[in-house]
């Protein structure tokens, strides 16, 4: 096969350091690929007024695939402050760059798999019957819309004429809000459009489909927000009925859903939601499997076969300056597994896998997480692997 160039986006705090040491496992698995480091994150929104610079978005249109470590992502007022001073009168906004690659390159289908390892310490544990105690299996995948819904960035403060007036013709507003002094007023939009939506739906089942999961379900709220989430739910029963049969479609509401991924987790298989609730969910399980140490994700589109990869947590920028590093490089390391199988590198892929489930399964290297501590620079000292550390058990089970 044709040997790969990787766009590696390291972005901030500890992306750096797991990014890199999700890159020492792939070329132990035998992943041959060249990398290519792209511009991304806080340090370039400073010095250059823009998170995503052109460049790096010209990086990864040539080479399609990007591995991305984590960023820092601040309110706007925190974001203006800490702008370059010849920066602050040009009418610059912070805009998160993830968010911005996925609207960009019509990043619209992002998928977290939340799966328990066996032995991990950080399982979700509960009481049985007779006070026994039980270790559900977690075996879930979030199919989140990623382009759309409350992260589309359509939003305003103080609203103009044009919007404040469109917005007065709907009664609702009028009754509730149309006394409220219009620079008191935030306001941000909620759009889904059908086309996305059918296709994060599609994904979903196909997902179901393909491996032998017996349901989808839509995790939404559509007997409150009738208009989006009902869209969703009347979308989703067409294309179940009429083309997988085979496969049930449940649906949850997202406060409810949060509630039962505590009772029953092992019941659920393949969730759909929208972005917001994708979002929520997808952390709700990643809780279940050990926290955002374990939690991957990919995005991609179907169409240009353009993915970015990436582990859910943020920067940890406290984390970032230790001597020794101690994050967790787990989720990294799953989301370059993820980013594999999307390139049809699948053997490398699994044997990764069962590497790092060797590792938690024997429970001789463990980061600080998952020996319940506090993360502090001298867990080293108390006997939590360093993030290096666990990347070489990894490799040495390899």
Known sequence: MTKRTIVKLPGDGIG?????????????????????????????????GNPLPDRTLKLLEEHKIGLFGAITSKPKDAAFEELAPELKEKGLVYSSPIVGLRQHFGLDICMRPCHSYKGNPLNFVRRGQGGTIEEPEVDVIIFRQNTEGLYGGVEWSNPSDEVYNALMT???????????????????????????????????????????YKSVTLCEKPNVIRETSGMMYKMAIEIQKADYPDIQLWNTNIDAQMMWLTKNPETYGVIVAGNMFGDIVSDGFAGLIGGLGFACSAQFNPDSGIGVFEPTHGSA???????????NPIAMIESACMMLDFIDENDIAAKIRKAVAEVIA?????????????????????????????????????
């Open 16 to 48: 750096k350091t797991v990014l890199e040491e999700a890159i020492r496992v792939l070329d132990a698995a035998g992943f041959e690929a060249d990398y290519i480091e792209g511009d991304i994150g806080w340090e370039f929104w400073c010095n250059e």
């Open 170 to 212: 709907h009664p609702k507003f009028v009754k509730n809000f149309g006394n409220v002094p219009r620079e008191e007023l935030s306001v941000s939009t909620r759009i889904f459009t059908k086309k996305a939506t059918e296709r994060i739906l599609r994904a979903a089942f196909d997902h179901a489909k393909k491996y032998g």
């Open 317 to 327: 920028p406290k984390y970032a300056d230790y001597d020794v590093s101690i994050v």
């Open 362 to 398: 024997e429970g001789k290297v463990r980061t600080y997480d998952m020996m319940k501590m506090t993360g502090r620079p001298d867990v080293i000292e108390k006997g939590a692997a360093s993030t290096q550390q666990m990347a070489d058990a990894v490799i040495e089970k390899l």
